[in-house]
């Protein structure tokens, strides 16, 4: 079964550093596009961030674009999210997730079919 | 960014009952919605894709209707297990946005 588990998360100030890992497993890592999305405690969630199976496209939201970076090892079958320069409003829990993959068509459907359980990032003094 | 709207922002209804959440989009995505349920704890399940096909292992008492900018989610015969978040989700224009949430609880 499809199975994604994030680590890495925990306290840190602002302006630290932190990499989230998620390990996946129970598909063919390399055929699908991989997502970040976050939620703070309270709140709705956000897209942070996707990239291609063969991590040659890559996209970010605005609110984290030029302090976070999304990479894979296919090798590894893990998916990572490195964020730098933190700010208490990137306070939340993360989710790594799987891109739904069309291969009648050979495009992604940019919903969400599977999840990891989250793993929380507290940035705080 | 295209907005997504819920209403409303609680319901509360009987078990065994019927619920309708609705979703609004700020233009139109076409057919392009999914739903999603989130339990306190837990990371959001999919539930409805393409608007109203439903997704892997969900219950035929879920079911999503409406194209364009205007979409509902009915929950037949409600069980306590369906008490829940439930989010839209617009994947029609990049990039993939979110709605706020409406809250089903127990009445």
């Known amino acids: 079964q499809v199975q994604l588990v994030e680590s890495g998360g925990g306290l840190v100030k602002p302006g630290g550093s932190l990499r989230l890992s998620c390990e996946a497993s129970?598909?063919?890592?390399?055929?699908?596009?991989m997502t970040w999305i976050r939620q703070a405690p309270g709140k709705g969630l956000e897209w942070v961030s996707y990239i291609r199976s063969s991590g040659t496209s890559i996209d970010y939201a605005d609110s984290v674009k030029g302090r976070f970076t999304i990479s894979r090892d296919n090798a590894k079958n893990s998916l990572y999210l490195q964020m730098n320069s933190l700010r208490a409003e990137d306070t939340a829990v993360y989710y790594c997730a799987r891109v739904r993959y069309d291969f009648v068509w050979g495009s992604p459907e940019y919903y969400f079919d599977y999840w990891g359980q989250g793993t929380l990032v507290t940035v705080s003094s | 960014e295209i907005v997504m709207t819920q209403s409303p922002a609680t319901l509360s209804v009987s078990p065994g009952e019927r619920a309708t959440l609705s979703c609004r989009a700020s233009?139109?995505?076409?057919?392009?919605l999914a739903w999603y349920q989130q339990k306190p704890g837990q990371a959001p399940r999919l539930l409805i894709y393409?608007?109203?096909s439903r997704a892997t292992g969900i219950s035929v008492r879920f079911s999503g209707s409406g194209s364009g900018t205007d979409f509902t989610l009915t929950i037949s015969s409600l069980q306590s297990e369906d008490f829940a978040v439930y989010y839209c989700q617009q994947y029609k224009h990049w990039p993939p946005s979110f709605g706020q949430g409406t809250r089903l609880e127990i009445k």
């Open positions: 129970g598909f063919t890592f390399t055929d699908y596009y």
């Open positions: 393409g608007a109203s």
């Open positions: 233009q139109s995505v076409s057919s392009n």
